[in-house]
């Protein structure tokens, strides 16, 4: 049956965290038009700096499924953790896959970097994925005009992490703000 297939499929995903042999092999998930790619120094980069934060899901015979990879950054109540990049292969698509792989960045920056909230950037015109994040708990907090190459604006989405008790972190501003306004570390 279905279900049956459904649950094999399940429990054949893996996991784990990014390696550089990684690097070669999800050039078939980045061919989506919604992912960005990036070139190999920045990966490389992630992968050293914040190797806690990069995991990939493999599916039966080794495919990458999907990938998730993200930072820890900011000071004071701004310290948290960013999800750089999470995309799933069309095929592997609607298994909440993202979910669980979100769910990950989530407990490490609440957990293991004690970080306040965690942050991601979503093409304003993206509804589906702004849908996704809303579900998994996250809220629009801000614009960001001309976010991206071509004039796209971006949102900011936020979800509070446990050490912020008084969800100070996610009170959305009123107004959108340009790039160069944004805090970099």
């Known amino acids: 049956s279905s279900f049956e297939g459904d649950l094999r499929?399940?429990?054949m995903t893996t996991i784990r965290r990014f390696s550089c042999n990684?690097?070669?092999?999800?050039?078939?998930?980045n061919l989506d038009h919604l992912t960005e790619t990036f070139n190999m120094s920045f990966y490389m980069t992630y992968l050293a700096r914040w190797p806690d934060y990069f995991h990939v899901a493999e599916g039966p015979g080794n495919r990458v499924m999907?990938?998730?990879?993200g930072k820890v950054e900011g000071q004071g109540e701004s310290w948290?953790?960013?999800?750089t990049a999470v995309t799933v292969s069309?095929?592997?698509?609607?298994?909440?896959?993202?979910?669980?792989?979100?769910?990950?960045?989530e407990d490490i920056s609440d957990k293991?970097?004690?970080?306040?909230?965690?942050?991601?950037?979503v093409r304003a015109s993206n509804t589906p994925a702004i849908k996704m994040y809303e579900k998994l708990g996250y809220i629009i907090y801000r614009r960001v005009l001309r976010y991206y190459s071509g004039e796209e604006d971006g949102l900011d989405m936020r979800k509070a992490l446990s050490r912020d008790v008084e969800k100070k972190s996610v009170i959305p501003l009123k107004r959108p703000i340009t790039?160069?306004?944004?805090?970099?570390?």
């Open 112 to 121: 293991i970097d004690k970080a306040y909230f965690v942050d991601l950037f």
């Open 80 to 83: 948290h953790g960013h999800v």
């Open 66 to 69: 999907g990938y998730i990879m």
């Open 22 to 29: 990684d690097l070669l092999r999800f050039t078939s998930v």
């Open 90 to 105: 069309p095929e592997y698509r609607r298994q909440q896959l993202a979910k669980k792989l979100m769910n990950l960045l």
């Open 9 to 11: 499929k399940e429990e």
């Open 179 to 185: 790039p160069d306004e944004l805090e970099y570390d």
